[in-house]
């Protein structure tokens, strides 16, 4: 992702916070079809970091989600999210970053990916005598994919309130091929 997305403020409506091709040149987060492929594709990985800043007002809850979907900007199939869980009182600029790997476990229309990792937000003002929360993120259960189509995989943010002073923007979307 090669600038920033834009900042998730004042609603409660899920908002995408990472970029489509529109806002670039290219399509940094889409996952080709193929990519696992039938020959060699179970077992390849790819690993998605990514991170940014929050800020609030109060102690609103908040929702981090990664998804795949055929079509940008759309939902989809969660991958790794947070569920809703309520922030700290006044953060401000506070980092958030999120890992997560994606093993195939199989290929064709009715593929499927394993997914773990974890989902931190640190304290306000990035203090370094409090310690950041982490949440662990990803499925129990194989997540769908059709390998053969192309997929975007998207960063989704949602504020459980309403209000100026909450914000959340993602800064850096990383996505590298592992095998």
Do not use: H
């Not at 594709?41 to 991170?51: H, K, L, N, P, T």
């Not at 769908?144 to 998207?154: P, Q």
């Amino acid at each position: 992702m090669p600038v920033a997305g834009a900042a998730l403020a004042n609603t409660v409506t899920r908002t995408l916070l990472s970029l489509t091709s529109a806002a670039t040149a290219g399509a940094p987060f889409k996952i080709p079809a193929n990519y696992f492929n039938p020959a060699e594709g179970v077992s390849q990985a790819f690993r998605v970091e990514c991170g940014g800043f929050i800020s609030n007002t109060a102690t609103p809850a908040f929702t981090f989600a990664a998804a795949l979907d055929t079509t940008q900007g759309t939902l989809g199939t969660a991958l790794a999210a947070t569920g809703a869980f309520t922030t700290a009182s006044g953060l401000a600029s506070a980092e958030i970053s999120a890992w997560f790997d994606c093993v195939c476990t199989g290929v064709g229309t009715g593929g499927s990916l394993s997914v773990f990792g974890s989902f931190s937000i640190g304290p306000a003002g990035n203090a370094a005598t409090a310690a950041a929360v982490t949440y662990m993120i990803g499925t129990s259960a194989g997540v769908a994919i059709n390998t053969t189509v192309d997929n975007y995989l998207e960063i989704w943010g949602t504020w459980g309130a309403a209000s100026p002073s909450n914000t959340a923007t993602l800064q850096d979307y990383l996505v590298f091929g592992l095998n």
